[in-house]
């Protein structure tokens, strides 16, 4: 009774869920497939790949390359050299979107108020007919 | 103190299994349905393609039944003809190990879907709906969605669920391209393709079981477009790799140790309970050519995928759909379980499944409920009878052809009743 009063720097004896086993909170597996995906040396290769493909006018190659790799991307101190490319993956991603949609809303909201005689030309349903790339050859 | 695991019911072995297979099929059949509702409302512009099945005949509404029934006839038996030479080229290029052109094929056979006939449905929409998008979105999208869809399609370790979608996806192109043909051209079409798949399958002369029984030899994957459901895995699966392809190494072990494996059944069964069937321990002890019984676990690595039907090939069939812009898309068709114990249904059946349904939306909403139920019906009774037998099975004759009974039975005898009892305000 004694030695415990005196020390009440001795943490609370009863093994509460308090403490943090570090290898809980990560994951084992680098992709969302868990177990049925890839394994960590095949993954820095495919997030590599994807990434650089991703240059390629390729957004949604970004976004698969995050979507793929969630758990590398939640967890960085788990998987670093993941964590590397998809981080920059979704930084490109984001970029891309934002660039796009805000000219394909500038376009469709805009319309030709803005534009002038040139949306008619530029709008995707006028150019089909005039190609006339509706009539299922 | 570690709690108890729940005991799996069979609802959650055998019953997930056939849920992550029937899931799909039902996406691709209610998003042709969609398709089919939303472009043919104004049926004004009857688009009619003229492909390889309308090379005998074409449709005109004013021939009489008869006529447009033996042109129906003609034309079918070209296509299935077609078809059948395509898939004896596609058993010769595998016997002579060409995958690599195989490969190639298909992933350019799926940009073509994906691409092509991807952006011609998305224009038809853009017209209906008077989207304002620009060309330069339209193509960057496109673009986007075509290559990514070849590199699912082509690469076997992309993720699932992406795997799957683009799947669905070619899936419901390539039948909604189908729906567009002349009404009598794709019901005798249907039948015909379904007969065509009983016979390649089943007879020892038919190109697909050729086929199987080919790669079965070689201990190699077909290369085609298959979609493989996601396996069921047990609660306790831990570190370890897990693969998707199993069967490939474990082929080896399986000849030295059978014993082993034997003994990883019963262990396997002692767990899970009696939810797995029973062929497992039986089927395992004989490795003919044909059926190839493995229990799907991987015993030296403690990586436990369950497989609650039996293990066996898919079976291969290639579609030959022309029309100006792509070649021939190679699809498989027929049912049979994976490496790793999930169930593979090839993409032919996804494809003629919407076709049918497509058809029947064509028509009138209750023909759809009728056959979407003959087909999950059919479906099922295909899904018992590859546990039974233990082969490679076709999928598409007891679906197709029960679908074909009910739509035919629900235009004549149910619509009356149900149009009657509406107009007298009975019911509905």
């Known amino acids: 009774m004694e030695a415990s009063r005196s020390n009440p720097e001795i943490p609370n004896p009863n093994p509460s869920p308090r403490i943090l086993l570090p290898s809980s909170s990560s994951p084992v ?43 590398a991307l939640r967890h960085s101190r788990a998987f670093p050299r993941i964590h590397h490319y998809v981080v920059r993956s979704a930084v490109g991603f ?16 805009g319309g030709e108020r803005l534009f002038g005689h040139v949306w008619d030309q530029l709008v995707m349903y006028n150019l089909a007919d005039k190609i006339g790339l509706t009539g299922w050859s | 103190m570690a709690q108890n695991p729940r005991p ?66 003609l034309n079918s038996l070209v296509f299935v003809a077609v078809v059948t030479l395509v898939t004896f080229v596609l058993v010769l290029l ?95 079409l249907l039948v015909a393709m379904a007969l065509y ?10 190109p697909l079981r050729l086929l199987v029984e080919l790669a079965i030899s070689r201990d190699e994957e077909i290369p085609a477009l298959v979609y493989e459901a996601r396996p069921v895995t047990s609660q306790d699966s831990r570190a370890g790799v897990g693969q998707r392809r199993v069967w490939r190494d474990r082929r080896n072990e399986n000849s030295n140790d059978v014993s082993h494996s034997n003994e990883s059944i019963h262990s396997g069964l002692g767990e899970n309970g009696s939810s797995r069937l029973n062929f497992n321990v039986n089927a395992s002890e004989n490795d003919s050519t044909l059926v190839r019984a493995e229990e799907g676990r ?17 079976n291969a069939q290639q579609r030959g759909h022309e029309d100006a812009v792509s070649g021939e ?37 209750m023909t759809v409920y009728a056959c979407y139920l003959a087909i999950i019906g059919g479906l099922g009774v295909t899904l018992m009878l590859l546990a039974l037998y233990q082969k490679a099975l076709p999928a598409l004759p007891v679906s197709i052809l029960l679908g074909v009974l009910f739509y035919i039975l629900t235009r004549l005898l149910l619509e009356v009743f149900v149009v009657q009892c509406s107009l007298n305000l009975i019911m509905f």
């Open chain 1, 29 to 71: 597996w680098p992709t969302i497939d868990g177990p049925l995906g890839l394994s960590e040396e095949d993954s820095v290769s495919y997030a590599r790949r994807f990434y650089k493909f991703g240059f390629a006018l390729l957004p949604l190659l970004w976004a698969v390359n995050c979507f793929y790799f969630w758990p």
């Open chain 2, 298 to 314: 991987v015993p030296d690595r403690g990586q436990e995928l369950s497989a609650p039907l039996l293990e066996h090939i898919t």
């Open chain 2, 94 to 188: 595998f016997y002579l190990r060409c995958t690599k052109f195989l490969k190639a094929y298909m992933g350019f056979s799926s940009f073509i879907v994906l691409g092509f006939m991807g952006g011609e449905i998305a224009l038809f929409l853009i017209e209906d709906f008077s989207v304002p998008i620009d060309c330069i979105t339209f193509l960057v999208v496109l673009f986007n969605f075509a290559v990514v869809g070849v590199l699912a399609v082509f690469m076997s370790k992309m993720a699932i669920l992406v795997t799957q979608g683009y799947l669905v996806v070619i899936g419901m192109l390539v039948a909604y391209w189908f729906t567009l043909l002349p009404e009598w051209t794709t019901w005798v």
């Open chain 1, 94 to 109: 984001t970029l891309f979107t934002a660039l796009f949609s805000s000219w394909a809303l500038t376009f469709g909201i």
């Open chain 2, 8 to 73: 799996t019911s069979i609802l959650e072995t055998l019953g997930e299994e056939l849920v992550r297979i029937i899931t799909p099929v039902s996406i691709c059949m209610l998003l042709v349905v969609i398709l089919v509702t939303v472009l043919s409302s104004d049926s004004s512009s009857t688009v009619t393609v003229n492909s390889i099945a309308t090379i005998a005949y074409t449709e005109t509404t004013s021939d009489s039944t008869w006529d447009k029934f033996v042109g129906a006839l």
């Open chain 2, 197 to 206: 798949d009983l016979a390649a399958v089943l007879l020892p002369v038919g």
């Open chain 2, 329 to 365: 898309s190679m699809v498989l068709e027929g049912i049979g379980l994976g490496s790793s114990g999930s169930i593979k249904l090839g993409l032919g059946d996804f494809i003629f499944y919407s076709v049918l349904v497509g058809r029947a939306a064509m028509y009138d909403f």
